[in-house]
């Protein structure tokens, strides 16, 4: 069985804050995929990275950065110099090779970002 | 641009009623899914299919049922709605072998009452 942890059921900071969301993963498989997507109010779910576990490089893409560490099955996001419009529900999601169920996601967390 | 549509953004129906859920995307993709989303519980599957007329059972299907007669369509059938499945309602489709794990795409989501 596959399973997504995100500790951090809601955060808040001030705009300008960098801010790190957390995921834990546990699934049997060596080859696996991971996810995050971005939920705005406006409710639609936003692919935002997908990252195989074969690369373990952190990415970067403007203010957002993952970190991926197979050592303690994480991939964490980090949202740099914060604004108002990153303020939604961020899932992290998993999904292995040998699975035809496709994506599990975590709990979500909720980001509010204050101006 | 990736598009998924789903027929409605909320729906209110009463319990024993008959419900049709639809979504349809435009990017010629082989996957579709349904998802409900509770708070603190994530992102669950109900049901996908991998190919017109094929179907396979998520996490939850108990209540469920699905129907893909054209590629590009994918609906969700609540045969004899309860006050327990009020949720959102989520779509979203992929392209691909149902193993290659490509990025799901989703819909604006259905925000479904049951009274």
């Known amino acids: 069985a596959q399973k997504v942890t995100q500790a951090q059921t809601e955060i808040s900071v001030v705009e300008k804050e960098d801010v790190t969301l957390d995921c834990v993963y546990e699934?049997?498989?060596?080859?696996?995929?991971l996810f995050w997507y971005k939920q705005p109010p406006s409710g639609e779910l936003v692919f935002l990275i997908r990252?195989?576990?074969?690369?373990?490089q952190n990415e970067i893409s403007g203010r957002y950065s993952w970190n991926f560490q197979k050592s303690t099955s994480s991939f964490n996001f980090t949202i740099t110099a914060s604004q108002v419009v990153d303020s939604a529900v961020y899932f992290c999601?998993?999904?292995?090779?040998?699975?035809?169920?496709?994506?599990?996601f975590g709990s979500g967390t909720q980001l509010t970002v204050l101006p | 641009d990736v598009k998924v549509t789903q027929s409605s953004r909320y729906l209110v129906k009463r319990t024993g009623e008959k419900v049709f859920l639809e979504c349809v995307q435009d990017?010629?993709?082989?996957?579709m899914f349904w998802y409900r989303q509770d708070p603190g519980l994530g992102l669950r599957l109900i049901y996908f299919?991998?190919?017109?007329?094929?179907?396979e059972k998520g996490d939850i299907p108990e209540g469920y049922s699905v129907s893909r007669e054209k590629k590009e369509r994918f609906s969700l059938i609540l045969e004899s709605a309860s006050t327990n499945q009020t949720s959102m309602y989520l779509c979203?489709?992929?392209?691909?072998?149902?193993?290659?794990?490509?990025?799901?795409?989703f819909g604006d989501g259905t925000r479904l009452s049951i009274l």
């Open positions: 699934t049997r498989d060596t080859t696996y995929y």
């Open positions: 990252r195989n576990s074969f690369d373990e």
């Open positions: 990017m010629d993709h082989e996957n």
């Open positions: 979203a489709s992929s392209f691909g072998s149902v193993y290659s794990n490509q990025p799901q795409h």
């Open positions: 999601a998993l999904s292995a090779r040998g699975s035809a169920r496709q994506l599990t």
């Open positions: 299919s991998y190919d017109v007329k094929m179907k």
